[in-house]
């Protein structure tokens, strides 16, 4: 309980909010921006809470203009089942508040015209969040689903690569069917700019999974995998091939045949202590 209480420290507004809470109500729209910013911020909640419940670390549960999100300061090593609950914790929320709406209705507790703006609301906010582009709920899930089978810059660079295809298709639909309506266009212009973002910080993103493996105290690993490797491939390039999840012992070989082998944290250590940032992983035998 305590944990939930918490979270109302990490709760932060966007200022241009403000702004448009204030146009709402000089045009009479001000109780439509009540549904929609409850809703958002019940979805926000579900993450942050689930977040809580597994002592991930919370930065920030923002409203913005025209959204909202509760920000994690974890990169990628989190076991898996954590991030999914987290994840779909925000799109089941949708869930139980269109249930609860359907009983109020039935008691005449809820007005029907709020009821159907509630329930279009809601049904609007969930299917867009499964959009599979990044970085709505849908786009993560992408990005878990490729980490199952992929290393971790591959996976992300994937995800990047559909969620750029489904805002292609996200507006061509536009153009087909509402060519002219504002809302969507600053909707999807924000998904564009936070794509190409994350794409400019990919590298970023990566070097950050690694420092969380090499210093982080939770990761866990479902299996043991090990990275059979030339010893002149170069350590930058091994790392590249580390899968979320996994445990990599580095077997190194030589002419087909095994010359040693290194521990992963021996590699993160040369990386990130040391700096040794353009060797051969074969001249790491001779310092460990």
Same mark, same amino acid.
């Given at each position: 309980?305590?944990k939930m ?33 409850l ?27 025209f ?6 300061d ?21 869930i ?34 499964? %959009? ?101 491939? %170069? ?6 091939r ?6 990599h ?11 040693g ?7 993160l ?7 040794v ?6 001249? %790491?035998?001779?310092?460990?």
């Open positions: 309980m305590n209480a918490e979270l109302i420290k990490y709760i932060h507004i966007h200022p241009l909010l403000w702004a448009i809470i204030g146009l709402a109500v000089a045009t009479a729209h001000f109780i439509e921006l009540c549904l929609l910013l809703i958002i911020f019940v979805h926000e909640m579900g993450h942050a809470a689930a977040a809580a419940l597994f002592s991930w670390r919370i930065k920030r549960i923002a409203l913005l203009p959204g909202g999100v509760a920000e994690m974890e990169h990628g090593n989190r076991p898996l089942k954590e991030e999914i609950i987290v994840i779909i914790s925000g799109p089941l929320q949708h139980w508040m269109m249930g609860a709406a359907l009983l109020f209705y039935h008691l005449t507790w809820m007005p029907e015209e709020i009821f159907q703006l509630f329930i279009q609301f809601n049904l609007m906010i969930l299917i867009f969040n499964l %959009l599979p582009v990044w970085p709505l709920d849908g786009g993560k899930l992408i990005f878990l689903w490729m980490s199952l089978y992929r290393a971790f810059p591959d996976a992300h660079q994937k995800t990047l690569l559909i969620s750029a295809a489904g805002i292609m298709g996200f507006i061509i639909f536009t153009l087909l069917t509402s060519p002219v309506n504002l809302n969507i266009w600053v909707v999807l212009a924000f998904l564009l700019f936070s794509l190409y973002h994350e794409w400019k910080q990919s590298r970023f993103v990566f070097i950050r999974f690694l420092l969380e493996r090499y210093y982080g105290k939770n990761s866990d690993f479902r299996t043991l995998k090990p990275l059979v490797v030339k010893e002149e491939e %170069l350590v930058i390039h091994v790392l590249e580390f899968q979320r999840g996994c445990k012992p580095i077997i190194i070989e030589k002419d087909g045949k095994e010359k082998s290194l521990d992963e944290n021996e590699l250590h040369a990386y990130f202590a040391e700096k940032l353009t060797a051969k992983i074969g001249d %790491l035998l001779y310092v460990y």
